[in-house]
């Protein structure tokens, strides 16, 4: 999985804890994303980070945080987990710049079960 | 919101037979990816064509892309059973990457 794990990889929780998952990068790639998949609507972007300490919303970010301190993790947290927040959660990297035309690699992914 | 719209949402072949798989989009792109997932994987990169690009060829893969119609397609020839899996167009514009809903692929033996 292009040097790209995710952990953990499966989690069961209560309504109301924090969770964070974590995404962890070999490759030294600028770019980094947290999706979630969920039946019927694909895969939606959470947050993304275009370098340490630089991160910005994506489509579905309300009830998530991010927090990039070194350029090989990058960390999804839901501060007060909800039902509606059960889901696949997928993290991706890709290299360059916005705009070249680079692919992006995906880890195995993070299944969560908000109880 | 969704960019990229696959076509069908289901499609089921006979090994052997070639699929083909559609992806409309609504805005410019820079340029236009497939993706496959296996059945609890994460998504593989298959294939990219640029903007000014109309057709691109990788193995058993062709993929064209009509801009004037904001559409692409990804055909897969001489189906095989390892086929099966679910793929995504994704377009690459201004705000990045932004993924379809996908086409599930079952290639019966």
């Known amino acids: 999985d292009a040097g790209i794990t995710q952990s953990p990889r499966h989690k069961v929780t209560e309504t109301g804890t924090p969770v964070t998952l974590r995404c962890h990068q070999t490759?030294?790639?600028?770019?980094m994303y947290w999706y979630r998949q969920d039946p019927g609507h694909g895969l939606r972007l959470i947050h993304y980070?275009?370098?340490?300490?630089?991160?910005d919303k994506g489509e579905v970010s309300d009830g998530y945080s991010v927090s990039r301190s070194k350029t090989e993790d990058f960390l999804l947290t839901l501060e007060s987990a909800t039902s509606s927040q059960t889901s696949v959660y997928f993290c991706?990297?890709?290299?360059?710049?916005?705009?070249?035309?680079?692919?992006?690699?995906f880890g195995p992914g993070t299944r969560l079960t908000v109880l | 919101s969704q960019q990229g719209e696959e076509d069908p949402q289901a499609l089921s072949i006979q090994e052997g037979e070639n699929a083909t798989m559609n992806c409309s989009y609504k805005?410019?792109?820079?340029?236009l990816q497939w993706y496959r997932q296996n059945s609890g994987r994460g998504l593989v990169h298959l294939i990219l064509?640029?903007?000014?690009?109309r057709e691109k060829h990788s193995g058993r893969l062709r993929v064209t892309l009509d801009t004037s119609k904001k559409s692409s397609s990804l055909l897969i020839t001489a189906s095989r059973a390892a086929d099966t899996a679910s793929y995504f167009c994704?377009?690459?514009?201004?705000?990045?990457?932004?993924f379809g809903k996908g086409t599930h692929l079952i290639i019966q033996p």
């Open positions: 991706a990297i890709r290299g360059g710049q916005v705009g070249s035309y680079n692919e992006q690699f």
């Open positions: 490759e030294n790639h600028r770019y």
């Open positions: 980070s275009y370098g340490v300490k630089d991160t």
């Open positions: 805005t410019s792109i820079n340029n």
């Open positions: 064509i640029r903007s000014n690009e």
């Open positions: 994704a377009t690459d514009g201004a705000d990045g990457l932004t």
